[in-house]
């Protein structure tokens, strides 16, 4: 490398975070939840706590943040008006712009896992420990179980793939079988690509009310909201209006008890009427469910009496 290469001490300045200007093409990307919290990080803080690097391009007088693009965007979300940034006023080359971005993410240092978690272990708060947006896999909180004898063939488990597509058909076939090419999976799901950021604000906001940072476990929340509404999926085929059905087919019995389940006690009762009424011939062997219709028939008036 030649003397030339060598950069002058970069200056700190201040200023408002929306004058910069954010590269096109960015190597280093951030998953949703890191990045929201990021954000939610620095409005705790209400500063940035590591500084950006911006080049001066005195050409076109715009001021390129070459690394620290993140957390720049995050600061703008989180109501920052003024920053502090590293800023190289010197010209650089394109070739450089291109290396002191890439060396910024790729050279890092690694954690040592024994003290790393001996630190975590130490914040008491969940905040705190949701703050350092580490997760189990960082912390390599299973490092004592021995999972050497656990193969593949012993695991019990699915994988499920699921793709967010345009409403445009060709291109959503096009981005299926893409995605279909490059991993397999036991079962694929295509959603509407506008749902995609719904998805992402649920396990977010499944994430915030519960305090954790884990996203299978967000997802459990979510999921355990879901079947406590199991009833309200009647909407799907019950009028309340006027007590009819809205269509034809079936209808899940979850949706009409509101519960996946009941009581073995209560089962075998209604098992034991169920074989009584199709042991006397009124309801059909093989459409046991029609003792259902017999328990809603209207009753008569000298019934109510």
């Given at each position: 490398?030649e003397?030339?290469?060598?950069?002058?001490?970069?200056?700190?300045?201040?200023?408002?975070?929306?004058?910069?200007?954010?590269?096109?093409?960015?190597?280093?990307?951030?998953?949703?939840?890191?990045?929201?919290?990021?954000?939610?990080?620095?409005?705790?803080?209400?500063?940035?706590?590591?500084?950006?690097?911006?080049?001066?391009?005195?050409?076109?007088?715009?001021?390129?943040?070459?690394?620290?693009?993140?957390r720049?965007?995050?600061?703008?979300?989180?109501?920052?008006?003024?920053?502090?940034?590293?800023?190289?006023?010197?010209?650089?080359?394109?070739?450089?712009?291109i290396?002191?971005?890439?060396?910024h993410?790729?050279?890092?240092?690694?954690?040592?896992?024994?003290i790393?978690?001996?630190l975590?272990?130490?914040?008491?708060?969940?905040?705190?420990r949701?703050?350092?947006?580490?997760?189990?896999?960082?912390?390599?909180?299973?490092?004592?179980?021995?999972?050497?004898?656990?193969?593949?063939?012993?695991?019990?488990?699915?994988?499920?793939?699921?793709?967010?597509?345009?409403?445009?058909?060709?291109?959503?076939?096009?981005?299926?079988?893409?995605?279909?090419?490059?991993?397999?999976?036991?079962?694929?799901w295509a959603?509407?690509?506008?749902?995609y950021?719904?998805?992402?604000d649920?396990?977010?906001?499944?994430?915030?009310?519960?305090?954790?940072?884990?996203?299978?476990?967000?997802?459990?929340?979510?999921?355990?909201?879901?079947?406590?509404?199991?009833?309200?999926?009647?909407?799907?085929?019950?009028?309340?209006?006027?007590?009819?059905?809205r269509?034809?087919?079936?209808?899940?019995?979850?949706?009409?008890?509101?519960?996946?389940?009941?009581?073995?006690?209560?089962?075998?009762?209604?098992?034991?009427?169920?074989?009584?009424?199709?042991?006397?011939g009124?309801?059909?062997?093989?459409?046991?469910?029609?003792?259902?219709?017999?328990?809603?028939?209207?009753?008569?008036?000298?019934?109510?009496?």
């Amino acid at each position: 490398m030649e003397e030339s290469a060598r950069l002058a001490p970069p200056q700190m300045v201040q200023g408002d975070p929306r004058a910069l200007t954010l590269l096109d093409l960015n190597a280093r990307f951030l998953p949703h939840e890191q990045f929201r919290q990021l954000v939610a990080n620095i409005e705790r803080d209400g500063c940035l706590t590591s500084t950006p690097l911006v080049w001066n391009d005195t050409d076109t007088g715009r001021l390129v943040v070459l690394s620290g693009n993140h957390r720049t965007l995050a600061a703008i979300e989180a109501g920052l008006t003024t920053i502090w940034w590293m800023q190289i006023d010197q010209p650089l080359p394109r070739q450089r712009q291109i290396a002191l971005q890439l060396s910024h993410n790729a050279i890092a240092g690694q954690d040592d896992p024994a003290i790393l978690k001996e630190l975590y272990d130490e914040l008491e708060s969940v905040e705190w420990r949701q703050y350092t947006g580490l997760d189990d896999k960082a912390l390599d909180l299973l490092e004592k179980v021995d999972v050497s004898a656990l193969g593949e063939a012993n695991l019990d488990f699915a994988s499920v793939q699921l793709m967010f597509l345009p409403d445009e058909l060709e291109r959503a076939e096009a981005a299926f079988d893409a995605a279909r090419a490059m991993a397999s999976a036991d079962q694929r799901w295509a959603a509407g690509l506008a749902q995609y950021e719904p998805v992402l604000d649920a396990l977010e906001t499944s994430r915030a009310a519960y305090k954790v940072g884990n996203s299978a476990t967000a997802l459990g929340v979510i999921l355990a909201v879901f079947e406590r509404h199991l009833g309200e999926l009647a909407e799907g085929w019950f009028d309340d209006g006027s007590e009819a059905p809205r269509r034809g087919g079936t209808a899940p019995l979850e949706t009409v008890f509101g519960v996946r389940g009941i009581p073995v006690d209560t089962a075998a009762a209604v098992r034991a009427a169920i074989d009584r009424l199709v042991k006397d011939g009124s309801v059909p062997e093989d459409e046991p469910w029609r003792a259902l219709d017999i328990l809603a028939a209207p009753r008569s008036q000298d019934q109510d009496v």
